[in-house]
């Protein structure tokens, strides 16, 4: 039977990757994916056919995916950090719709909320919310909305795509949505390129964050009020010592 393996490879490590995502892309015939997750992953699979689309070709991408699985080739399709967050899980799945001639699986990853706060310390280890701050799929009222409800429930945040060439100063309008509730001293962090090359960890205030140059490789993280800085480190008490 035709199937789609939807791949999370992690953050961009090879060390971060799962073996269960290793055993599929050993096992599969194909790999598609965006060039940049493609040339994460090429040395360690040399032997794979691999076809690449460029970014926001997403529907292109997935659809290749489904028409190579109809051959009877077994696919990757391989997202970054986690295939069902912010990922092509969905779309597969959408594309697929009821018509079961191709089976998908969906294979889990390490997220960049996940990959990010381990460099960073430990800024989740409480009630947390993830946000993207990209409003090409969704409107930016319905954002500012959702940012707002997290401040209002005091939750860490972790902010996805906080901004892109065509939109740089999101980060900063999201800080001044979150500062209506949350004091500036909030302790914040952002990673960058996680796994990556040239990957960068640094520590700051949410009124620093607001003018913090963050590009599309950046994940950043809002402290909630208990949110501390212990030894450099961003940390979110679970309140273990309270009890
Ligand atoms: N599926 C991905 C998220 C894709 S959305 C995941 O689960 O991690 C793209 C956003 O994810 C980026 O703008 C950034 O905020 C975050 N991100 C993904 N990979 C990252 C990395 N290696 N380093 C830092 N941020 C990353």
Same mark, same amino acid.
């Given at each position: 039977?035709?199937?789609? *393996?939807?791949? +999370?490879?992690?953050?961009?490590?090879?060390?971060?990757?799962?073996?269960?995502? #290793?055993?599929?892309?050993?096992?599969?015939?194909?790999?598609?994916?965006?060039?940049?997750?493609?040339?994460?992953?090429?040395?360690? &699979?040399?032997?794979?056919?691999?076809?690449?689309?460029?970014?926001?070709?997403?529907?292109?991408?997935?659809?290749?995916?489904?028409?190579?699985?109809?051959?009877?080739?077994?696919?990757?399709?391989?997202?970054? +950090? !986690?295939? +069902?967050?912010?990922?092509?899980?969905?779309?597969?799945?959408?594309?697929?719709?009821?018509?079961?001639?191709?089976?998908?699986?969906?294979?889990?990853? /390490?997220?960049?909320? *996940?990959?990010?706060?381990?460099?960073?310390?430990?800024?989740?280890?409480? !009630? &947390?919310?993830?946000?993207? /701050?990209?409003?090409? /799929?969704?409107?930016?009222?319905?954002?500012?909305?959702? /940012?707002? *409800?997290?401040?209002?429930?005091?939750?860490?945040?972790?902010?996805?795509?906080?901004?892109?060439?065509?939109?740089?100063?999101?980060?900063?309008?999201?800080? !001044?949505?979150?500062?209506?509730?949350?004091?500036?001293?909030? #302790?914040?962090?952002?990673?960058?390129?996680?796994?990556?090359?040239?990957?960068?960890?640094?520590?700051?205030?949410?009124?620093?964050?607001?003018?913090?140059?963050?590009?599309? &490789?950046?994940?950043?993280?809002?402290?909630?009020?208990?949110?501390?800085?212990?030894? +450099?480190?961003?940390?979110?008490?679970?309140?273990?010592?309270? #009890?």
């Amino acid at each position: 039977m035709a199937k789609i *393996c939807v791949v +999370g490879i992690g953050p961009g490590d090879y060390r971060e990757m799962t073996v269960r995502a #290793v055993e599929v892309l050993n096992a599969c015939d194909v790999i598609v994916g965006y060039h940049v997750y493609v040339d994460l992953v090429k040395a360690h &699979f040399p032997e794979k056919e691999f076809h690449t689309t460029p970014m926001r070709r997403e529907t292109d991408r997935c659809r290749l995916a489904l028409e190579l699985a109809g051959q009877g080739r077994d696919v990757a399709m391989i997202c970054s +950090g !986690d295939a +069902g967050i912010y990922g092509m899980a969905g779309l597969i799945y959408e594309l697929r719709g009821e018509d079961a001639a191709v089976e998908v699986e969906v294979i889990g990853g /390490l997220t960049a909320a *996940c990959s990010g706060a381990a460099r960073l310390g430990a800024p989740l280890t409480h !009630d &947390f919310a993830v946000i993207s /701050l990209s409003d090409l /799929l969704t409107p930016w009222e319905k954002i500012e909305r959702r /940012l707002e *409800c997290a401040a209002l429930g005091d939750f860490a945040v972790a902010l996805y795509n906080p901004a892109s060439m065509k939109r740089p100063d999101h980060l900063k309008r999201a800080c !001044d949505v979150l500062l209506r509730h949350a004091g500036p001293d909030t #302790v914040c962090g952002v990673v960058r390129n996680i796994g990556r090359e040239g990957e960068e960890t640094r520590v700051m205030t949410l009124a620093q964050l607001r003018d913090y140059e963050a590009d599309m &490789f950046t994940t950043a993280f809002v402290g909630n009020s208990q949110t501390r800085v212990i030894d +450099g480190r961003m940390v979110t008490p679970r309140g273990y010592r309270d #009890v």
